[in-house]
């Protein structure tokens, strides 16, 4: 009885080492699968989506084009990787949205007809173009409505016009104002990003923050924007 107790032992002690090994170098992988999961998921989603690279591309005509309708380049920035990631595309719902930022051609084809911009909606299909159809929507809208005008509300107002018009136009602040506010903020002088992270789907992260109270939605798009 008593050799066969020995022998067990034996057998435990000298398993023991290989059993340990084997626990360390399973902890290990672990380890490092947890570290690249980590390290991927605290890569710039806008990153991931080429946005940055874009971003930085176009940073010279967005420079220009804020000079020339005398509009912030952070601005115009934010507002075309919300509206567009950056992209010359055709949206909205009927495809009536055009460019990077967005224009609806249908309101504003005249008035860039007019100042020689574009003579066709495809023309805003052109990232340069596009980008200067936009700022130059938007000093419309800050003449039309802006400082020193009769609807002037001050605020954030002009930025929900952009999105909504005249009914945008009524609020002082709203959910497409602060998500692009929330993203100048994220756009260095240089064009370059200086946030870590920002929601895939920013609109969404707004809305689940609570679009009735839109007081609380720069704090809670913060949470999620980690400078």
């Known amino acids: ?23 360390a170098a399973l902890a290990l992988v672990a380890l490092l699968f947890w570290a690249d999961e980590v390290s991927a998921s605290a890569r710039p989603v806008l990153d991931e989506l080429g946005v940055l690279d874009r971003l930085s591309e176009a940073w010279p005509d967005i420079i220009d084009a804020a000079a ?8 115009l920035a934010a507002m075309a990787i919300h509206e567009s990631r ?11 949205m055009y460019g990077p930022l967005q224009v609806r051609w249908k309101t504003w084809g005249p008035l860039l007809r007019e100042k020689g ?6 023309d805003l299909l052109d ?3 596009g980008l200067l159809a936009g700022a130059v929507v938007l000093a419309e809208i800050r003449r039309q409505w802006g400082p020193g005008t009769r609807l002037d509300r001050g605020g954030e107002s002009l930025l929900c016009a952009y999105d909504g018009g005249m009914k945008g136009l009524r609020q002082d602040r709203c959910s497409y104002s602060v ?3 929330a993203l100048r903020d994220c756009v260095e ?17 707004v809305y689940r923050c609570g679009v009735a109270d ?14």
């Open 1 to 23: 009885m008593l050799p066969a107790l020995g022998w067990l032992v034996r057998m435990a002690r000298e398993l023991l080492v290989p059993v340990a090994i084997l626990f």
């Open 68 to 75: 020339e309708t005398r509009t912030d380049p952070l601005v």
């Open 86 to 96: 950056m992209l010359a595309i055709i949206g909205g719902r009927g495809g009536e």
């Open 117 to 122: 911009i574009a003579d066709q909606a495809d």
């Open 127 to 129: 990232l340069r173009t």
């Open 179 to 181: 998500t692009v506010l």
């Open 189 to 205: 002088p240089s064009g370059a990003w200086r946030c870590h992270e920002w929601p895939r789907r920013p609109m969404a992260t």
């Open 214 to 227: 839109v007081g609380r939605l720069p704090e809670c798009i913060a949470a999620e924007v980690r400078p």
